[in-house]
């Protein structure tokens, strides 16, 4: 009798075994990318950039024209400084990334508790041009390159994510990442 239900048990054990194996689908993987002779590393005192606005008035955000637009009292600059780029290297492409406002796609926008509502950060680079934020393929995002050492410098401006609502009053907060891109 015990022989019966040992029987039985391997019977059941090897119907599940067999079961589980009764339809297949495949598809298919392709990973693509380059090998380079080399890329540029970034400055250490690159790696972590604070900008500073100090207080600024409602006052002067409300009088901006339009989103988007910021004024020279509003601007800073900031630069990424790049060492050891090799001759192969020919242009950099840089990728800032955060949350943008849904009123204007190039205005990345305040957060955190008591920030300043209507109110952001746009990116240009040293000719005025916008950076596109959340994508390496922005018409401005390139730079050219040359082999050594490079400056990437922009001007971070405040300005008003709508034209349509005033700013309010709040903190300025405008946490972003970056990343950059190598040809």
């Known amino acids: 009798m015990n022989m019966k239900k040992v029987s ?3 019977m059941v054990m090897l119907g599940l075994g067999m079961s589980s194996v009764q339809a297949a689908e ?4 392709n990973f693509t990318g380059t090998v380079m002779s080399g890329t540029c590393s970034v400055n250490s005192n690159s790696r972590a950039l604070a900008v500073s606005f100090d207080a600024i008035s409602r006052a ?8 988007g637009t910021t004024s020279p009292e509003l601007q800073r600059p900031i630069s990424i400084n790049l060492t050891g780029c090799p001759e192969s290297v020919t242009t950099a492409k840089v990728n800032f990334e955060g949350a943008v406002s849904s009123y204007n796609a190039n205005v990345f926008t305040t957060s955190g508790a008591g920030a300043a509502s209507y109110t952001g950060v746009i990116i240009k680079d040293e000719a005025g041009n916008p950076i596109s934020p959340n994508t390496f393929d922005g018409e401005f995002n390139s730079k050219t390159i040359v082999a050594g050492d490079n400056s990437l410098t922009y ?3 405040l300005t008003r ?6 700013p ?3 903190s300025i907060n405008v946490p972003l990442t970056y990343t950059l891109s190598y040809e």
């Not at 994510?161 to 005033?166: E, G, L, R, V």
Request: zero cysteines; hydrophobic letters at 45%.
């Open 168 to 170: 309010t009053t709040g």
């Open 161 to 166: 994510t709508n034209i349509d609502f005033s």
């Open 60 to 67: 002067t955000l409300i009088a901006l024209g339009s989103s």
């Open 26 to 29: 495949t598809g298919t993987l």
């Open 155 to 157: 001007l971070v401006g």
């Open 8 to 10: 039985v048990a391997m």
